[in-house]
């Protein structure tokens, strides 16, 4: 199902997509039996923290992608959200560039992209939207950070204007790797129709396609991003919040 709202932007405010999509194998072989984006954090689920940070932040409107194997996790979407709708686009795509072409439909520039198992801080999320908002002679903002602790990291090479020249799968001797937070100042929609139309598949090598057609990147770090696709990453990530507690209270 698809619900929509028609909300006019005001000033400082954007779109913002939330791809939850991926099915959360490594959790399930673990014996976590929710959808990962419903597995709780300090009590509560990793993707309503993400939405209501992004909600205090001010946005214009939240649109999230989910398969359609997620029936518990639409269900609560639709139910915890009944105030504040959330467009929901309900569909299994092959790859995360896929998922944001799905997407890309609702959204225009700026708009905030996310991942649905990234635990970060909110102070540090506004921080990175303010001053991405106010960036100038940039096509988009990547949030980044040097804790390390993912099976499949993506590599950030930024120079020493802190403009990102590449992204690597290896580490080259790079200190910073992605962490799934975008923003995108720039109208992306004919590049993800060429990049879908040619074979690109994966989030990571789409913006590997930006970087080659010389979009203008640059990096923000981030103290500590987790992504939860373990039983211990949310241990980490709770203690990881327990200790910015004025964080972790703000989403409550």
């Known amino acids: 199902m698809i619900n929509v709202l028609n909300l006019l932007k005001k000033k400082n405010e954007m779109d913002a997509a939330i791809i939850a999509a991926g099915e ?21 689920p990793i993707i309503q923290r993400i939405i209501d940070i992004i909600r205090n932040t001010g946005n214009s409107s939240i649109t999230c992608i989910i398969n359609e194997k997620s029936e518990e996790l639409e269900s609560f979407l639709l139910k915890y959200n009944r105030s504040k709708p959330v467009n929901l686009i309900v569909k299994s795509t092959p790859s995360s560039l ?14 905030l992209l996310t991942t649905a198992d990234s635990v970060f801080l909110e102070s540090e999320f506004k921080s ?4 991405g908002m106010n ?3 940039a096509d988009g903002l990547i949030a980044v ?12 090479d930024i120079d020493e204007n802190t403009r990102i020249t590449n992204f690597k799968d290896s580490n080259d001797g790079y200190e910073f790797i992605t962490g799934g937070l975008y923003l995108f100042k720039t109208d992306i929609q004919k590049e993800i129709d060429e990049a879908v139309n040619s074979g690109v598949v994966r989030l990571r090598n789409f913006l590997r396609f930006l970087i080659q057609k010389d979009f203008r990147f640059y990096a923000f770090p981030f103290s500590k991003i987790i992504d939860v696709d373990h039983l211990s990453d949310i241990e980490k990530a709770e203690e990881f919040l327990t200790s910015n507690l004025s964080d972790s209270k703000e989403c409550k």
């Open 24 to 44: 959360g194998l490594r959790l399930k072989e673990e014996g976590i039996n929710v959808p990962k984006p419903l597995v709780e954090i300090n009590g509560i």
């Open 98 to 111: 896929h998922s944001l072409y799905q997407l890309n439909r609702f959204l225009s520039a700026p708009f």
């Open 128 to 131: 990175f939207v303010t001053y």
């Open 135 to 137: 960036l100038k002679d």
């Open 145 to 156: 950070t040097d804790f390390i602790d993912d099976e499949k990291p993506v590599y950030a």
